[in-house]
C-alpha cells in the first residue's frame, strides 16, 4: 500500500512540475495523466469498499418500505371493511323485508305484484341497492386510508432527500460514512464493512423516531459517532409518528440473554458503503415506487379477503322456506344462532309478520272466495282447511314443528294492524290478477262465517286469602272483564254464570246476559279453600236450568291457585251432565301444588292451562274467550 502512495506522489510531483515549468512534452504528459486516473482508481477501491452495491441496497431498502405501508393499507382496509361490516349487519332478510313492507301503500302496481309473487327477487334487489351505499362508503374510506398512507411515503423520500442535501454538504461522499464513525483499531476492510453496519442502524434509528446513538457494537467491535456526524443528524427534522411507526415495525427482534424481547441490530439492508450514492439511488427510484403504490387498487373487491359481501348476500336472500299456511318467507337469521335452521333452538318464523292467505291461492271452501286471513289471526281451536283436511289451528301447528308461529308482531297488535291495512291496500291493487293466477273468486273482505251456537259460561273463580298476593284478585277480575269483552265483540247471545269460591261458594252472577255483568262490586271472600262447594254450585246450575226452553251447552272454566281435597262425589255427578258441557278449562294459577286441579281437569276431559304470574290471567281469559 505504502509503495502505491509512493508512486502516485511521484507522478502526481512530475505533473505539477511540467506544468510549473511550462514544458509542453505533451506526450509524456498524457501518458502521465492517464497512469495518475488509473493508479488512483485503483488506490480509492483498495481504501474505499466498492460502492455498486449501495444502488440495490437503496432499491431493496424503499420497496421494502413501501410493501410494509402497503401490508398497513391493507391491514386497516380491512379493519375499514370489518367496521363498516358490523354496522350493517342487521342487512338481512328480516330487515330488508321490513323496509319492502314500508313500501306497500306506495309502490305500484308491478313492483307489490312482484314483491307477493317472487319476494325473493325484490329482496335482493332492494339489497343490491342498499350495498351500493354501503360499498361507496367504504370506499371512501380506503381511498383516505390510502391517501394517509401516500402522505407517509412522499414523507420518507422527502426525508431521503433532506438528508442527501445535508450530506452532500459536508463533501468526501465516498469517505463519509469512513469519517463520521470512529474505532479503536482492527484492519481497515473490516472496519469499513462494520461502519456500513453502524449507518444502517444509525439510519433507522433516525427513521425510527429514536434518539440518535452514539455507540454501536458491530461483530464485537466498538465504533463510536463523532460529533460531526452527531449534529448532523441532531439537525435533521423528526420523522412524524406514522413514519416512525412503520420504520420501527421494520426491525427484526432479537432475544435477549433473558428471553425478554428487545429491539435488535439485524437490519434489512447488512450495510450501506456510499451514503451519497444509497440515497441517491432511493432518489433515483422514487418515481418508480410511488407509481407503483398509486397503481394499488383500493375497493372493496380487492380488499374483501373475508367475503364480507358473500356472506351478507346470503343472509339478505335468507331461508328458503316459506310458512305452511300463508307461504310468506321465512325471516329467520338463522347464521346467527349456533343450531340446525328449523331446529328447536333455531325454528322458521316470520317475525315481520304473515301475508293475506290469499296471496298464495289459499281459498274457502264451498264459496271458493279468496281467503283474507292472516296467521296471527288464527286461534288454537279454530279450523283451517290444509289439501281438503279440515284440522284445529293447533293440530296444524303440530303438523311443522320446525315453524315457530308465535313469534311475529302479533305480539304488537297495532303493528299487526298496520300491516293488515297494507296487505288489504295491496289485495286491492292486484287482488284481482292474483285470483285470475290461482283460480279463486275475488272479495275485498270474506263473507261473514255463521255464529256459532250460544254458550252458557260457568266461571268458577277462586276468592281463597292466597289470591289476595301480588294483586292475584285484581289481574283475575281483569281477565274476566276482557273475557266478557271478547265475548260481546264477538256477537253471540252467550250467558254467564260467575261462582266465587272460597271454603263457600256464592253467585256473584246467575245466569246473566254478558251485556249486563259489572264486575266492579264484586265481593272478594279472602276464607279457605274448597273445590267441593264450589263444583257442587255448578251441579246446582245445569241441574235448575235443565227445563229451559232453549237449553245451552255449557263451558266450565276453573281457576285455582290453591290446593283443596278432591271433589270425587261433585265430579261423578258432573260427569252424568257431560252432554251439556261443550268444553272444561283448568287455569292454575302460580307454584303450588297443583297435582289435584290437574285430576279434576284430567276427570273433566279438559284444558289445561299453568299460568306462573297472576298478570298473565288476561292474556288467558282472551285466549279461551277466542275458543
Known sequence: MKSLIHELILILLTIFYYKEQQVHFNGQLETLEKEKEGL????????????????????????????AIQRNLMSNGQKIIYDVIQIHQNLNRQSIQHICDGKLASAGDEWLYRYIDQPTEII??????????????????????????????NEFFVRMDLMMEAVKIKGAAAQYID??????????????????????ILLYSYLSGNDTPTS??????????????????????????ALATLID????????????????????????KNLSAFLNSISTVKVQIEQEFSDIEVNFKNFDKEQYYVKLKDKARGCVEKCPCCKRPCD????????????????????????????????FEISNEASLIQCEQMTDEKFIVVKGTRKKWTEFKKDYPDWDFNKSI????????????????????????????????????????????????ILLLDGSGSMGINNAWTHLLQGVKEFIKIRIDSGTTDRITIIVFDDKATYAFFNEDLKNVDLSNMNFPRGRTDFENAFQAVVNTIENLKNEKTPLDYMIIFMSDGQAPYPAKQLETLLTMKDRINQFWTVALGKAEIQVLEDINKEMDGTFKDIKDSVDLVQAYAEIAHN
Open 124 to 153: 335482493m334487489e332492494e339489497f343490491h341497492s342498499l350495498w351500493t351505499d354501503v360499498e361507496k362508503s367504504i370506499n371512501h374510506q380506503l381511498e383516505r386510508e390510502k391517501s394517509t398512507w401516500t402522505k407517509v411515503l
Open 249 to 272: 415495525t421494520m426491525t427484526n427482534n432479537d432475544q435477549t440473554t433473558d428471553g425478554q424481547k428487545s429491539k435488535g441490530t439485524s437490519m434489512r439492508i447488512a450495510s450501506i
Open 40 to 67: 488512483l482508481g485503483y488506490f480509492i477501491s483498495m481504501v474505499v469498499p466498492d460502492a455498486s452495491c449501495d444502488n440495490d441496497a437503496a432499491k431493496t431498502f424503499t420497496t421494502q418500505v413501501k410493501n
Open 179 to 200: 469519517d463520521i464513525f470512529n474505532t479503536t483499531g482492527g484492519k481497515a476492510e473490516e472496519n469499513l464493512k462494520n461502519k456500513g453496519q453502524c449507518m444502517v
Open 332 to 363: 329467520a337469521d338463522h347464521s346467527s344462532i349456533k343450531a340446525n335452521a328449523g331446529g328447536e333452538d333455531n325454528k322458521h318464523h316470520c317475525q315481520t309478520g304473515h301475508q293475506l292467505r290469499a296471496m298464495a291461492g289459499f281459498k
Open 410 to 457: 302479533s305480539q304488537d297488535k297495532n303493528e299487526l294492524q298496520r300491516l293488515r291495512s297494507k296487505f288489504l291496500h295491496v289485495w286491492g291493487k292486484i287482488g284481482q290478477r292474483l285470483c285470475g293466477k290461482y283460480d279463486m273468486v275475488y272479495v275485498k273482505q270474506n263473507t261473514e262465517p255463521i255464529l256459532p251456537k250460544p254458550t252458557h259460561y
Open 216 to 241: 454501536y457494537t458491530v461483530f464485537d467491535k466498538q465504533y463510536a459517532l463523532k460529533d460531526d456526524g452527531l449534529k448532523l443528524f441532531g439537525k435533521l427534522k423528526r420523522p412524524t409518528p
